[in-house]
């Protein structure tokens, strides 16, 4: 038994909720774990407060909160993604010959983990460290197009979180029925876009790279100049070239951490920590 039994409730309440396909009741959470109610709301109460869970009101549920992507983030950095990632993103690079980038969800930002940049392509602002709002990303879309309904909500719950870049004549999404049409054209499709919402110019797309029980880990992004790409059909061919090698990484990636996962951390720590 723990000799710090709060604490190990505390783990087990994050440990159940990783494992959570979307938020759920305190009270199943109470009956799986076979907590007391109470302590259970007491739990959460702080984690909500510290912003490791999200409590959804309307429906009396509860999920992981933005503080625990930020502990993935953290984590990441400098341990498994990044070194999984890198050699990937770097001869996805050289197969398709423009700049590459891996981004983590980190609340409504995606934080860039890795980026590999083509020669003679131009510069990005996606370097290592960056963050960018995940609404207007083509990562973030890939990313967010995979989480739960409930969890996209919750971390949009009203319009002053929809930011938008300045100098850009392109807006991205202002609302979330706007952004909820571009991610479920994003899940449908298997893939996102973004064209000059972070750099006039520039076109982005992206897909998801999922975890071991389907969680998005990570989004693998492809940025190119959108020049000369005046109408739907350009567009849509340049990105059709750029798919395959794309899917091909992020399929290579998510079955890389899936490994890494069974071989060192527990699905509790990889779902937190990827």
């Known amino acids: 038994m723990s000799k710090v039994p709060a604490a190990d409730s505390t783990l087990r309440i994050l440990e159940h ?35 490791f869970a999200l409590h959804i009101p309307e429906e009396r549920r509860y999920g992981l909160g933005p503080a625990a992507f930020e502990l993935s983030s953290a984590y990441t950095r400098q341990q498994p993604l ?17 700049s590459a980038h891996l981004a983590v969800l980190h609340g409504t930002d995606v934080l860039y983990v890795v980026e590999e940049r083509a020669p003679r392509r131009p510069s990005l602002v ?85 975890d071991h029980i389907g969680w998005p880990a990570a989004g693998i992004a492809v940025t190119f100049s959108a020049a000369g790409l005046t109408s739907p059909e350009a567009l849509n061919d340049r990105i059709d070239s750029l798919l395959p090698e794309m899917t091909a990484t992020a399929h290579e990636l998510s079955r890389r951490i899936h490994g890494a996962g069974k071989a060192k951390l527990s699905p509790w720590l990889l779902h937190i920590y990827f």
């Open 126 to 210: 996606t370097d290592v460290g960056v963050r960018l709002p995940a609404h207007l990303t083509a990562s973030g879309r890939a990313l967010l197009s995979a989480l739960p309904a409930a969890q996209l909500r919750a971390l949009y719950p009203d319009s002053i979180v929809f930011t938008q870049r300045a100098g850009v004549a392109n807006t991205g999404p202002r609302t979330y029925r706007e952004l909820k049409a571009l991610v479920s054209e994003a899940a449908s499709q298997g893939y996102s876009i973004e064209r000059g919402e972070i750099t006039e110019g520039l076109a982005s797309v992206g897909v998801v790279v999922k």
């Open 82 to 98: 990044t070194r999984l990632g890198a050699p990937l993103l770097a001869k996805l690079v050289d197969h398709i010959g423009e």
């Open 17 to 51: 909720l990783a494992h959570q396909r979307g938020p759920v009741p305190a009270q199943s959470i109470a009956t799986a774990l076979e907590l007391p109610r109470s302590s259970v709301y007491q739990i959460l109460t702080v984690l909500t407060e510290r912003g």
